[in-house]
DNA sequence: TATTGTTATACTCTATAACTATA
DNA sequence: TATAGTTATAGAGTATAACAATA
């Protein structure tokens, strides 16, 4: 597996590129891109994605939103507020728990998104036309597929499978172990 | 296109995610999970797409190598003077042009580009496991192209397509054009 | 005068710790 | 006393500007 084309090294047969090597530059390179385009709708990028998660269901706290979009609590209150002024999300204190923020989008905070989103995918399926259908097909349900995943369960990925270590350079891994 | 599943928003039609938001979050997980297998090779993440690069081939000034890794040609140098010491790559003047460093791997360097990247690819290719070997050999070849493209051509993509500025908030865009 | 590499400085982003209010 | 949210502070990472060597 993984028997994708790659550059040549030096030792005679051509290495595969990582993954990863391959997947984080393409996601620099997606969001330099959609940058202005949010920045055109009003829209930070942390902001967009507040949006997007709001809108796939209500989030109970601020914390739990968060953690769901890959943020620290705090990182996101500033974009909380903003997006609150202008109307886009509602954050109303939980009856029954009163330290609790629930979270919402606003009819307005929908349209919002919807626009965004409309010229944001406007882009990726123009980039996405230089693969074949087959190929494009096969990319969205295999990202959907690995996406889902949690980034524990990435994490522990090939935890099992035989020694991760060997050909290592000597140094102490005494505290090894992923946390 | 763009016809894969998503997570359906209030408007009745499921809405697919975007590109952006599935391959960020993937390659940050990856990094993630990845990261503490190059720390027992004595690698961070610059260091290890140093040797990824200088593998490839060499390569003659600090500034190329720190922009095909994406990186600032300032960030780098305390990467490559560590790399230097330990004996991995070679940094020498140019004879012709002693203001250039011409870079390239030793032995040794290719040694532990190797051990690194066979634990690292060890770890991707377990993770494609949870995908079909169509959707596996699909998703390398659609990685390989669209990472191929340079940052230009995917900010540029979508540019004819259209008006990307219809249904956006007002406010002045004036300077809207990307760099 | 322009360019490569380097160093020093400033800035942005993010996380940590301390605080308020609820429970 | 524990938790949600907030604020203030400190830290990591990065880029910008100034500098030395070479062309």
Redesign the pocket.
């Known amino acids: 597996m993984n028997d994708h084309g790659g550059t040549a090294g030096r030792d005679g047969a051509a290495r595969p590129r990582d993954l990863a090597a391959m997947v984080v530059p393409l996601g620099r390179a997606l969001t330099a891109a959609e940058l202005p385009v949010l920045e055109r709708h009003g829209l930070t990028m942390?902001a967009y994605s507040v949006l997007l998660r709001l809108d796939d269901e209500p989030v109970r706290?601020?914390?739990a939103l968060a953690a769901s979009i890959g943020?620290?609590?705090?990182?996101i209150?500033g974009v909380?507020d903003d997006l609150e002024e202008r109307g886009l999300i509602r954050r109303v204190p939980d009856p029954s728990?009163?330290?609790?923020?629930l979270l919402s989008l606003t009819p307005e905070g929908r349209r919002v998104r919807d626009a965004a989103q409309t010229a944001i995918q406007r882009r990726e399926d123009a980039l996405l036309t230089r693969l074949t259908a087959t190929e494009r097909k096969a990319l969205l349900s295999a990202l959907t597929k690995l996406s889902a995943l949690s980034a524990e369960e990435i994490a522990a990925a090939g935890d099992g499978e035989g020694d991760d270590r060997d050909d290592r350079d000597d140094r102490d891994d005494r505290d090894d172990r992923d946390g």
Chains 1, 2 share one sequence.
């Open positions: 942390w706290t601020q914390a943020a620290d609590k705090t990182r209150i909380l728990d009163r330290r609790v923020r």
